[in-house]
T-cell receptor, first 115, second 113 residues
């Protein structure tokens, strides 16, 4: 079984400031790691994912996340946020071995970007 | 491709009523799941399916039934609605070829009075 802990439930930040959303996970087997974003009144959509290889993964809109196996973390960062980044962000893991198509999600972090 | 579609978008029920939330996907994904989203609790898995005719319980299955007669459809039934089932419900699908990346529907906002 896996678990995901998002260490901050709410992160307020000013526009153009850097931000880090923290995610730790626990699993007895290897996992895939994901960050999803949910804009107000919408479904979740994939932001980025770590499958294997380079531990630093990037999204098309400037977010990046680094997989740290020793610390079992997958923190999400952006060097300069925009108002449009205001959303809820979910970290998720998926078990490679059982492959039942399930994912375990964290409780979410609400990012609020203020002008 | 429409992706994952859900109907209805909004629903209000009275305690004790039953209803079915519809979910369909046109990506030929073998895996489908139902999640509920409540404030501060993230997404919790209700039921999931690994293929037509095969379903299993997730973290919070009580009060819900599912079936999967086709690859495309995965309806969620509320047998006797309770106020505790007020939530936003998301259907998702995935495939092993996408490394279990979840593709979500737009959600159904359900209120039980």
């Amino acid at each position: 079984a896996q678990s995901v802990t998002q260490l901050d439930s709410q992160v307020p930040v000013f526009e153009e400031a850097p931000v880090e959303l923290r995610c730790n996970y626990s699993s007895s087997v290897s996992v895939y790691l994901f960050w999803y974003v949910q804009y107000p009144n919408q479904g979740l959509q994939l932001l980025l994912k770590y499958l294997s290889g380079s531990t630093l993964v990037e999204s098309i809109n400037g977010f990046e996340a680094e997989f740290n196996k020793s610390q079992t973390s997958f923190h999400l960062r952006k060097p300069s946020v925009h108002i449009s980044d205001t959303a809820e962000y979910f970290c998720a893991v998926s078990d490679l071995t059982t492959n039942a198509g399930k994912s375990t999600f964290g409780d979410g972090t609400t990012l609020t970007v203020k002008p | 491709n429409a992706g994952v579609t859900q109907t209805p978008k909004f629903q209000v029920l009275k305690t004790g009523q039953s209803m079915t939330l519809q979910c369909a996907q046109d990506m030929n994904h073998e895996y489908m799941s139902w999640y509920r989203q409540d404030p501060g609790m993230g997404l919790r898995l209700i039921h999931y399916s690994v293929g037509a005719g095969i379903t299993d319980q997730g973290e919070v299955p009580n009060g819900y039934n599912v079936s999967r007669s086709t690859t495309e459809d995965f309806p969620l039934r509320l047998l006797s609605a309770a106020p505790s089932q007020t939530s936003v419900y998301f259907c998702a699908s995935t495939t092993g070829f996408s490394y279990n990346e979840q593709f979500f529907g737009p959600g159904t906002r359900l209120t039980v009075l």
